[in-house]
């Protein structure tokens, strides 16, 4: 890897720069990942992976608004032993982050064993808002997100992020709850629990009717817990949430964020907003005399 001013490490990972694709935009195979590390993202989260294939939800699965997405998409996944089948054969000089979700402690573990050797490190998916009985219903108890990440890390010994849910009383419950069951790093938020209602059909657009909120209009939220976490916990904190230009992405990095990860923006403005704010991190940086990334990581924690 070639180290610049916009290296980091987190959570194990040698980053290039700040910036993965995350979870649930463009992920569905490894060429989407290539793809990603071409345009810009240092590292790539799979889509979630689970113990069964699931065809996810009917349509409408997405409802476009001014400043994000709503999705309901389900959790469609090909199940772990035809991710394992996708995967085989292909080789990446980027890490790879495999997002796993289940219904139990017991499956995640399950998950992390068999998939292994799948990637460089796993993220839970404690915080899908939309499907039954997996992701928020789980990861919204700090006992469950304290068992479901001890499980894992049992098993694995590959890295372990927790992606905690915003859609609770205090993100940093969760937090705590996964630094003490030996998370190596955190990543915050996933979607925002949302409904959009078709004023002529009068009834909610979405199959599921309820959704996850994504996309610009959660940035505050999103960065609000950002910097409540980074102020309690020991290990890193990923920031994600609405990040769509490279002020934003300053903004995550001087509340606390050691990485961030990129989503809805990609279907908003395209691959190439990964260059775009890699390109504007880097402006900021030599006009604000900073020599690395690293410097201004927490800047605003300090003030």
């Not at 219904?103 to 039954?132: I, M, Q, T, V, Y």
Request: glycine share 10%; with cysteine.
């Amino acid at each position: 890897m070639k180290v610049t001013k916009l290296s980091v490490k987190v959570a194990g990972l040698e980053l290039e720069n700040p910036l993965i694709l995350a979870s649930g935009i463009a992920d569905r195979t490894p060429d989407l990942w290539i793809r990603a590390h071409e345009e810009g993202a240092a590292a790539v989260v799979t889509k979630s992976i689970g113990m069964e294939p699931r065809a996810g939800y009917d349509n409408p699965t997405v409802v476009e608004l001014p400043y994000g997405l709503i999705n309901a998409m389900g959790l469609p996944n090909p199940g772990w032993k035809a991710f394992l089948e996708m995967v085989e054969g292909y080789t990446f000089d980027f890490p790879v982050v495999v997002s796993i979700f289940g219904g139990s402690s017991e499956e995640f573990a399950f998950l992390a064993e068999k998939l292994s050797d799948a990637g460089d490190a796993f993220e839970l998916n404690l915080s899908c808002p939309h499907a039954k009985g997996y992701g928020m219903e789980i990861g919204q108890k700090p006992e469950n997100v304290y068992e479901v990440v001890r499980a894992v890390k049992d098993v694995t010994d590959k890295p372990v992020i927790a992606k905690l849910t915003p859609n609770t009383d205090d993100i940093t419950k969760l937090g705590l709850a996964a630094e003490r069951g030996g998370a190596d790093a955190v990543s915050a938020i996933n979607t925002l629990k949302a409904v959009a209602i078709d004023v002529y059909a009068k009834k909610p657009v979405l199959s599921n009717r309820v959704g996850g909120y994504s996309g610009p209009g959660v940035k505050p939220v999103a960065l609000r817990a950002v910097y409540d976490l980074a102020r309690v916990l020991d290990v890193p904190v990923i920031g994600m949430g609405g990040i769509t230009t490279w002020q934003d992405a300053v903004e995550f990095l001087l509340a606390g964020a050691s990485a961030l990860e990129i989503g809805t923006a990609i279907w908003l403005r395209g691959w190439g907003v990964f260059r775009e704010i890699n390109a504007g991190i880097e402006a900021y940086l030599e006009s604000e005399g900073f020599s690395s990334v690293k410097d201004i990581i927490g800047l605003a924690l300090e003030v």
